[in-house]
T-cell receptor
């Protein structure tokens, strides 16, 4: 059975801290791994990592994919209160766009 | 482009009632999906339609039915609602190509079953 597991499930930090969110997976027919940010509404896309793109960076956010050890991390440096959200990891399996999501990590950034 | 739209935004049902959640996309995407999200559970796939005319079960299909009415519309039906179906429901669509594309989500429908 395809499975995606995120850790920690919740995290409280102070502004300026650096956080690392983890995502491990066991799936058949891996196609890509995606990170989303969710703030009380629909998830918004952050990164897609594939065999040909195992490291991505956008501003204070960065992510890597380790296809050998089957995990990914999402790093956020110099956190701000606006980073408070649920961060979702999902793995695309097969060629139908089907996504398997992890439970999500709830991040709270305190001023 | 409106993207992915869902109706209604919020609904309260009594146990045993039926209803249909509507989803439409105007991006000419081939694939469409229905997810539910419960606290601490991430998103779980209920049903999906890889292309017009096809539907397949996801992780949690029990108690639901779907119809891919045409390329634009994908509806989710609860025949006899149960309190366990209280959740937030998201519809999404996906073009299929190019390979760097991802799913586009609708704004969600909040359903409360009493």
């Amino acid at each position: 059975e395809d499975k995606v597991v995120q850790s920690p499930l919740s995290l409280v930090v102070h502004e300026g801290d650096t956080v690392t969110l983890n995502c491990s997976y066991e799936v058949t027919n891996f196609r890509s791994l995606l990170w989303y940010k969710q703030e009380k509404k629909a998830p918004t896309f952050l990164f897609m990592l594939t065999s040909s793109g195992i490291e991505k960076k956008s501003g204070r956010l960065s992510s890597i994919l380790d296809k050998k050890e089957l995990f990914s991390i999402l790093n956020i440096t110099a956190t701000q209160t606006g980073d408070s959200a649920i961060y979702l990891c999902a793995v695309e399996v097969g060629n139908t766009g089907k996504l398997i999501f992890g439970q999500g990590t709830t991040l709270q950034v305190k001023p | 482009n409106a993207g992915v739209t869902q109706t209604p935004k919020f609904q309260v049902l009594k146990t045993g009632q039926s209803m249909t959640l509507q989803c439409a996309q105007d991006m000419n995407h081939n694939s469409m999906y229905w997810y539910r999200q419960d606290p601490g559970m991430g998103l779980r796939l209920i049903y999906y339609s890889a292309s017009e005319g096809t539907t397949d079960k996801g992780e949690v299909p029990n108690g639901y039915n779907v119809s891919r009415l045409n390329k634009r519309e994908f509806s989710l039906r609860l025949e006899s609602a149960a309190p366990s179906q209280t959740s937030v429901y998201f519809c999404a669509s996906y073009p299929g190509t190019p390979v760097w594309e991802t799913q586009y989500f609708g704004p969600g429908t909040r359903l409360l079953v009493l």
